[in-house]
């Protein structure tokens, strides 16, 4: 039946049901960042509210300000400023406007994280990985049973802005644009196990590979096991490529069980670029991009290890 007592005619039955669904209003204090779900958190932050206080526990000691003077920062404040850029890669004055920040405050916040992270690099990247060797030999051959593998090897280039000064051309890559040339080596589980973030994007892979401290400690026989790289390598003994010209029903299958095991390295690229959209256009000098890189790959292990959820393609 109608009610004659409201100004919008509705069964009185259905503003029963409708108040009975209707959701309570949560005022949430914008202050707090992790006052809010983990669906708000990791497309924004790329991190769980417990990921987040993690990496607040983890952190706290190397950032927090000595005294609350000028109102300064929390570290879960501190935190999420330094995700939110890494995780979209925007100006810092957007940032900035998306946390009510000023440009000065993101960047000093930004870059104190940012070392912060960079100190823990060999904590959580360590070779051949955070496992027993034979357990990362065993996950590398359930991939195309390719037998004694320790790491996929590769070389991504980061794009950075034009540096100053007389070196400029050396940052130039063969696709025209200056980037960093950022080797990388990982698991079967897409964990990154060594990572080289200092050389411009003129300089090839295999120079990379050759200039590293875990070549030299290949050579010398330190770890049973070999890494997979694409034909740009040189082949060594702890380091196998794809024949150039396979032609016996081996040959072929041996370059299908290298390609299909190899492929992981490309993976971790795609995974540490699409959870860290910074690493797309870093608008930084080459030296504050190497900092960034290496600060997003202990982030991206830190969230494998933990096994935060991936973020929502497209973001």
């Known amino acids: 039946m109608a009610c004659p007592f409201l100004e919008d005619v509705l ?12 959701r309570e209003r949560v005022f949430r204090d914008r202050s707090d960042p992790l006052a809010f779900g983990d669906d708000h958190l990791i497309e924004r932050y790329r991190f769980s509210a417990d990921g987040l206080r993690y990496l607040c526990r983890l952190l706290g000691p190397k950032i927090q300000h000595q005294t609350a003077r000028s109102q300064a920062l929390t570290v879960p404040q501190m935190v999420c400023v330094a995700l939110r850029f890494f995780a979209s890669g925007s100006f810092l004055y957007s940032v900035g406007d998306a946390e009510n920040l000023n440009k000065g405050t993101v960047c000093r916040t930004i ?11 060999h904590i959580f990247i360590t070779f051949p990985g955070h496992r027993r060797p034979l357990h990362i030999k065993e996950e590398f051959y359930k991939i195309a049973a ?11 280039h980061i794009k950075i802005k034009r540096p100053s000064g007389e070196h400029e051309g050396d940052f130039i890559n063969r696709k025209s644009f200056h980037s960093i040339n950022v080797q990388m080596i990982c698991d079967a589980d ?4 060594n990572v080289e973030a200092k050389w411009p994007g003129s300089v090839h892979d295999s120079r990379v590979f050759r200039a590293s401290p875990i070549y030299e400690r290949l050579s010398r ?4 096991g070999v890494l997979l790289g694409d034909k740009g390598y040189a082949c060594e003994s702890f380091l196998l490529t794809p024949l150039a010209d396979p032609q016996t029903p081996p040959q072929q299958a041996y370059n299908h069980g290298h390609a299909k095991t190899r492929a992981r390295i490309e993976m971790t690229f795609g995974l540490v670029k699409s959870r860290f959209q910074c ?3 870093l608008k930084v000098s080459p030296e504050r991009a190497c900092d960034l890189v290496a600060a997003c790959a202990v982030l991206h292990n830190i969230a494998g290890l933990r096994k935060e959820r991936a973020p929502p393609s497209g973001n």
């Open 279 to 281: 690493l797309h256009y």
């Open 146 to 156: 390719f037998l004694n593998v320790i790491g996929a090897v590769d070389c991504t």
């Open 221 to 224: 026989g330190e770890f049973s």
């Open 111 to 121: 870059r104190r994280v940012c070392l912060a992270l960079k100190s823990l690099v």
């Open 11 to 22: 069964d009185e039955e259905a503003l029963i049901i409708r108040r009975a669904f209707r």
């Open 190 to 193: 897409c964990l990154i196990s």
